[in-house]
């Protein structure tokens, strides 16, 4: 249990430095200016991969619990290639 909770702590920690370090760089570029097109195409590519995400671990559990990750067969087995 220790260590689960450790792991944990390493994880949020890096996840805490990840976006620390990533408002730095978003607060370093007073100067840049991004536009309707720019803020639009951002907020599209970030709500893009979060769908793509979540629909490959749909399709992940999905095929869990069908039983389609079972239904494979080794090319070492004779029978399959007779």
Sequence with gaps: MKMLVFIF???IAILGAAIWGASQV????EDVEIGFHGGFAL???A????LVGGFLMA???FS???GYDE????AD???HWD
């Design 43 to 45: 907020v599209l590519g």
């Design 26 to 29: 978003w607060l370093s570029g």
């Design 77 to 79: 087995d004779e029978k």
């Design 47 to 50: 709500l893009g991969s979060l």
């Design 71 to 74: 239904q494979v067969f080794s």
């Design 59 to 61: 399709l992940l559990f």
């Design 9 to 11: 702590g390493v994880l």
């Design 64 to 66: 869990s619990k069908y």
